[in-house]
């Protein structure tokens, strides 16, 4: 399974951005699929989980309420939509597709492909 991210940019903050996440390859939409981030100098973080059948989501509660995850089952493509976005929201942002459950409850543990992340700068 390849992922490939794309979307990020520089925007105000307050501003949005559409992340996508195209999957490619065998059974890639049998996948849980997630977004997680990692800001300059921090550990990579949780952002958001769909499940493979996109009848589940999981939201890091830092993002609850401003950013969407979505799937489209017929493009094989993930969707992070970022809105009132914050200066603390600069970060590269990973797609990650997981077999398991441990990505719906935010954990990496099981991620079994990861995509090759996309920058996104919310400048004040």
């Known amino acids: 399974v390849q992922l490939q991210a794309s979307g990020g940019g520089v925007v105000q903050a307050g501003g949005s951005l559409r992340l996508s996440c195209a999957a490619s390859g065998r059974s890639s939409g049998t996948y849980n699929m997630g977004w997680f981030r990692q800001a300059p100098g921090k550990e990579r973080a949780f952002v958001a989980a769909?499940?493979?059948?996109?009848?589940?989501?999981y939201y890091a509660d830092s993002v609850k309420g401003r950013f969407t995850i979505s799937r489209d089952k017929a493009k094989n493509t993930v969707y992070l939509e970022t809105n009132k976005l914050k200066p603390e929201d600069t970060a590269v942002y990973y797609c990650?597709?997981?077999?398991?459950?441990?990505?719906?409850?935010?954990?990496?543990?099981?991620?079994?492909?990861w995509g090759q992340g996309t920058l996104v700068t919310v400048s004040s």
């Open positions: 769909v499940s493979w059948n996109a009848y589940s989501t």
């Open positions: 990650a597709a997981d077999r398991s459950a441990t990505l719906m409850s935010g954990y990496d543990t099981g991620v079994d492909y």
